[in-house]
Every structure is written in structure tokens, then in C-alpha cells.
């Protein structure tokens, strides 16, 4: 009987374990959206983060999914707003940033509002006059000037220098350049009134930068921009909330992340740069191990640069400066 029993609690036990798998993969892929601060909310569960504000007038984007999670996510905005898309920035050039400007581009006027209501089986419609698809210039510029298998100009049709602001929805947004970043097109946005600021790739919890010196990257950039974001941060009492920070990749984040992160940056290029001006090869650098006590945390393992490709794209970097 306590034979039978335990065989029983058993095969509960393992109904309950397979169950309980089953439902974490399916919450691993489930689409969410989270909201971060007043009119701004987080898409997370996507190759890419995406950032909305979701106001009375109409909808802003930085950055867009994949095609094929479109429909999933316009349903879970539609449960909140009906208005049309107004304004979507890209962050940087990068075929997973801008997957989705394609479609969200059309949804500019009253007939896009339709578009993947719940109650609606439309699958395209709208216009693309009133989307102003906003991007550095130097996004433009590598559109033409780099190998790249993005097909269409639809990417961005505006485009701005060193700084853009608007008001939209009852809020200034401003867009800023980060020069020689991650990219040499990176934009960082800042709803100001939402105090609520969408980083791009240049700060992704988690995950090792990817510094793309073909790009026109640099990991002095980098820091340079992480400071200035810190800068825009006003922490909350205690230090937390306050500003809230979104990620290109990763989890939603406050001024102690974004600190963190710069830190693990700022010290591994200083290991790696005390290393080349006493003359260290490239190889040499990455047998010293100059990331050994951040690879937990950042080495790879949500995917993202490995800790033997950051420390190659810093060492390339600061060699680049040298020259
Ligand atoms: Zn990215």
C-alpha cells in the first residue's frame, strides 16, 4: 500500500514537474507587455526589446520585432489604445532593430487603427503618410556604404544629426546621437515626461556590448554614452526607480544597472589598455583573462558577444585609437 502510494505521489510528482516545464517553456516564449512608467511600456519576449508610449493622440516606437510577432503584439496594444502610429525610431542600423518597419509603418492614419484589433482579422491596411520613421543620418549612410541584407529604404525616412526633440502625446521626446558607440548611428530616447529612456544596444543588462568597430563603434564611445545616460538618470529615493531605463536586449533597469554595466566596461578596458601600451598581443590579452569575474554574469550565456569576442572588439578598438 505505502509501495503503491509512493509510486502514486511518483508519478504525480513527475505529471506536476512536466506540466510545470511545459508551462515555463510557453511563458519563455509568451510575448509581454510591461508597463514601464506612466505612458511608456516595454515589449519583452521578442529577439529585440521594443519600447511604445502609448498616449491619447497616438503611438511611438523605438525600434520594431520581427514580422511575425507583430500581430501578437498590436493585439496587446490594442487592449489599451486604438490610436494610429505616429513616430518610430530606430535606434542603430541592424536588420533584428528594424524587422518590423515595414508594417508598422503603415499603420499611420485611421485605417491603420484596425490593424490587429482583436475583433479584427485584417491583416494589413493603413497608410504610410503620418509615420515619420526617424533615425540617425549615419543610419542612412550605412545603408548604402555597408554590406547588409536589409531590403528596403523603409528602414527610416527621416533623419537627424546630433539631436532631435518633438512633442508628442503631451510629452517632450528627445533623440539623441551617441557618436562611435556601439555603432556609429546609435540613438538613445528620452521621454522626459515618462522619465523613461530607450537605450538601444548600447546598454543591455546581462550581455557583453557588442562594439562594432566596421560599424564605426568604440568602446570609448560606449562609456561616453553610458555616462551620459547616467547623466539624464535622477535616481529615486533610495535609490530606486526614479528614471527607468530600457534595453535594446535584457531586462528594464535604473540608474544602479546602467552604473553597473559602465563599471564592468570602464574596468575591463583598462585592464585590456594597460595591457597593449605594455605591448600584449591580441592573443595575449585574452590568455590573461581580463573578464574572468564578470563572464558569469555577462559571458555569453543569453546569447550576445562571448567573453573572448568583447575583449577582441575593446583590444581592436583602443588600437584603432592608437593609430
Ligand atoms: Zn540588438
Same mark, same amino acid.
Given at each position: 500500500?505505502?509501495k503503491?502510494?509512493?509510486?502514486?505521489?511518483?508519478?504525480?510528482k513527475?505529471?506536476?514537474?512536466l &506540466?510545470?516545464?511545459?508551462?515555463? &517553456?510557453?511563458?519563455?516564449?509568451?510575448?509581454?507587455?510591461? !508597463?514601464?512608467?506612466?505612458?511608456?511600456?516595454?515589449?519583452?519576449?521578442?529577439?529585440?526589446n521594443?519600447?511604445?508610449?502609448?498616449?491619447?493622440?497616438?503611438?511611438?516606437?523605438?525600434?520594431?520585432?520581427?514580422?511575425s510577432?507583430?500581430?501578437?503584439?498590436?493585439?496587446?496594444?490594442?487592449?489599451?489604445?486604438?490610436?494610429?502610429?505616429?513616430?518610430?525610431?530606430?535606434?542603430?542600423?541592424?536588420?533584428? !532593430?528594424?524587422?518590423?518597419?515595414?508594417?508598422?509603418?503603415?499603420?499611420?492614419?485611421?485605417?491603420?487603427?484596425?490593424?490587429?484589433?482583436?475583433?479584427?482579422?485584417?491583416?494589413?491596411?493603413g497608410?504610410?503618410?503620418?509615420?515619420?520613421v526617424?533615425? !540617425?543620418?549615419?543610419?542612412?549612410?550605412?545603408?548604402?556604404?555597408?554590406?547588409?541584407?536589409?531590403?528596403?529604404?523603409?528602414?527610416?525616412?527621416?533623419?537627424?544629426?546630433?539631436?532631435?526633440?518633438?512633442?508628442?502625446?503631451?510629452?517632450?521626446?528627445?533623440?539623441?546621437?551617441?557618436?562611435?558607440?556601439?555603432?556609429?548611428?546609435?540613438?538613445?530616447?528620452?521621454?522626459?515626461?515618462?522619465?523613461?529612456?530607450?537605450?538601444?544596444?548600447? &546598454?543591455?543588462?546581462?550581455?557583453?556590448? @557588442?562594439?562594432?568597430?566596421d560599424?564605426?563603434?568604440?568602446?570609448?564611445?560606449?562609456?561616453?554614452?553610458?555616462n551620459f545616460? @547616467?547623466?539624464?538618470?535622477?535616481?529615486?529615493?533610495?535609490?530606486?526607480?526614479?528614471?527607468?531605463?530600457?534595453?535594446?536586449?535584457?531586462?528594464?533597469?535604473?540608474?544602479?544597472?546602467?552604473?553597473?554595466?559602465?563599471?564592468?566596461?570602464?574596468?575591463?578596458?583598462?585592464?585590456?589598455?594597460?595591457?597593449?601600451?605594455?605591448?600584449?598581443? @591580441?592573443?595575449?590579452?585574452i590568455?590573461?583573462?581580463?573578464? &574572468?569575474?564578470?563572464?558569469?554574469?555577462?559571458?555569453? !550565456?543569453?546569447?550576445?558577444?562571448?567573453?573572448?569576442?568583447?575583449?577582441?572588439?575593446?583590444?581592436?578598438?583602443?588600437?584603432?585609437?592608437?593609430?
Amino acid at each position: 500500500m505505502i509501495k503503491n502510494n509512493n509510486k502514486f505521489t511518483q508519478i504525480l510528482k513527475l505529471i506536476i514537474s512536466l &506540466f510545470l516545464i511545459q508551462n515555463g &517553456f510557453a511563458q519563455d516564449q509568451a510575448l509581454n507587455l510591461l !508597463h514601464v512608467q506612466d505612458q511608456v511600456y516595454m515589449l519583452y519576449g521578442a529577439d529585440v526589446n521594443v519600447t511604445v508610449q502609448i498616449g491619447d493622440n497616438s503611438l511611438v516606437f523605438v525600434d520594431s520585432p520581427d514580422p511575425s510577432v507583430i500581430p501578437q503584439m498590436m493585439s496587446l496594444i490594442r487592449e489599451i489604445s486604438d490610436r494610429p502610429v505616429h513616430y518610430l525610431i530606430t535606434t542603430h542600423f541592424d536588420p533584428l !532593430h528594424v524587422a518590423g518597419n515595414d508594417i508598422l509603418s503603415t499603420m499611420g492614419d485611421s485605417s491603420g487603427v484596425g490593424v490587429f484589433r482583436p475583433d479584427s482579422s485584417v491583416a494589413v491596411g493603413g497608410a504610410s503618410e503620418g509615420v515619420t520613421v526617424l533615425s !540617425h543620418e549615419n543610419v542612412l549612410n550605412r545603408f548604402y556604404l555597408t554590406e547588409h541584407d536589409i531590403p528596403s529604404l523603409t528602414i527610416t525616412n527621416t533623419y537627424y544629426s546630433k539631436k532631435k526633440d518633438f512633442f508628442e502625446n503631451g510629452e517632450a521626446i528627445i533623440v539623441y546621437h551617441m557618436p562611435a558607440a556601439h555603432t556609429d548611428g546609435d540613438s538613445i530616447v528620452y521621454f522626459r515626461d515618462s522619465d523613461v529612456i530607450s537605450t538601444g544596444d548600447i &546598454f543591455t543588462p546581462g550581455l557583453y556590448p @557588442l562594439i562594432d568597430s566596421d560599424l564605426g563603434g568604440s568602446v570609448n564611445g560606449l562609456i561616453d554614452a553610458l555616462n551620459f545616460i @547616467l547623466d539624464l538618470i535622477v535616481p529615486g529615493p533610495f535609490a530606486e526607480g526614479g528614471t527607468y531605463v530600457v534595453p535594446g536586449h535584457g531586462r528594464m533597469g535604473d540608474e544602479i544597472d546602467v552604473v553597473e554595466y559602465r563599471n564592468m566596461v570602464y574596468i575591463v578596458r583598462d585592464r585590456i589598455k594597460n595591457m597593449i601600451e605594455k605591448g600584449a598581443s @591580441l592573443e595575449e590579452v585574452i590568455a590573461s583573462d581580463p573578464t &574572468f569575474d564578470y563572464d558569469t554574469e555577462y559571458g555569453g !550565456h543569453r546569447g550576445g558577444p562571448t567573453n573572448i569576442e568583447f575583449i577582441s572588439s575593446v583590444y581592436q578598438s583602443l588600437q584603432q585609437d592608437m593609430d
